[in-house]
């Protein structure tokens, strides 16, 4: 369970945890994940932020502890209140961990597997397919002369995009970000790049929150991301 009222933040959420298979349910406010409690009792994790309206995440997460029907879900805080006393706060209330905001992928992926106790083929397949050439071929009418041909070109025209991003998102040239991804989400279509064209599409949405610069996240993801698959391209080509 996702308990987060900011929108964007649900949405950031959904999507570093798209292509993952694990099945989400999200909350509004401390409240509604009780009251979905109440009706559900399967869960492994409830992902809480810890200030929301009507009940905070504190608040929920005290009263979650206090009723053994639920000792088997684990509760991790999200919250940018990074100082110790705060901290120390969720841990009172009850939280098991904490992730920090703006989240990030591997962050929120290593405590997953850390308290499912393997890690999921899934969530592995999730991080690290960066081209899946079937497909690309596919696209390609299955001519593997004019697919090589494609993937040269976008070494070519893309392959510096990782820079070129970070200097419209750091002089806030927010139109000219969009473009680029739009592009990118395009072609990466075309050529099987599938986690990268996520993280593309994520980022695009994203770019709407100009005062929290949300988009940064996936800037990260995009940069990780589209190392990977340049490296993949070159092994293939």
């Keep these: 369970m996702v308990a987060e009222d900011n929108i964007i933040n649900q949405k950031v959420l959904l999507g570093l945890l798209a292509g993952s298979g694990i099945d989400i349910v999200l909350a509004n406010d401390g409240q509604e994940a009780l009251d979905i409690l109440e009706n559900d009792t399967n869960f492994l994790m409830i992902l809480m932020d810890a200030h929301m309206p009507r009940v905070d995440g504190f608040e929920a997460t005290r009263i979650i502890r206090s009723n053994p029907k639920y000792d088997h879900i684990v509760v991790v805080a999200l919250s940018g209140d990074t100082a110790s006393d705060d901290i120390q706060k969720m841990k009172n209330a009850g ?10 992928m591997e962050s929120l992926y290593n405590i997953i597997y850390a308290y ?11 991080m690290t397919k960066n081209l899946d050439a ?3 071929l596919q696209t390609c009418g299955g001519d593997e002369s004019f697919y090589r041909e494609i993937l040269s ?5 893309y392959g ?14 927010i139109k ?29 949405l994203a770019l709407s929150d100009t005062q929290k610069q949300s988009y940064f996240l996936f800037f990260d ?13 070159k092994a293939y080509l």
């Design 95 to 104: 939280m098991s961990e904490q992730l920090e905001k703006p989240l990030r």
């Design 116 to 126: 499912t106790g393997k890690k999921d083929e899934g969530l592995e397949a999730s």
């Design 134 to 136: 079937d497909k690309g």
């Design 153 to 157: 070109e976008f070494m070519s025209d």
């Design 160 to 173: 510096n995009s990782s820079d070129i991003l970070g200097e419209f998102l750091r002089f806030n040239n």
């Design 176 to 204: 000219s970000a969009d473009a680029l991804l739009l592009d990118i989400i395009g072609i990466a279509a075309n050529i099987g790049a599938n986690v990268l064209g996520e993280i593309a599409s994520n980022m695009k």
């Design 221 to 233: 993801q995009y940069k990780k991301q589209h190392y990977r698959l340049m490296e993949e391209i």
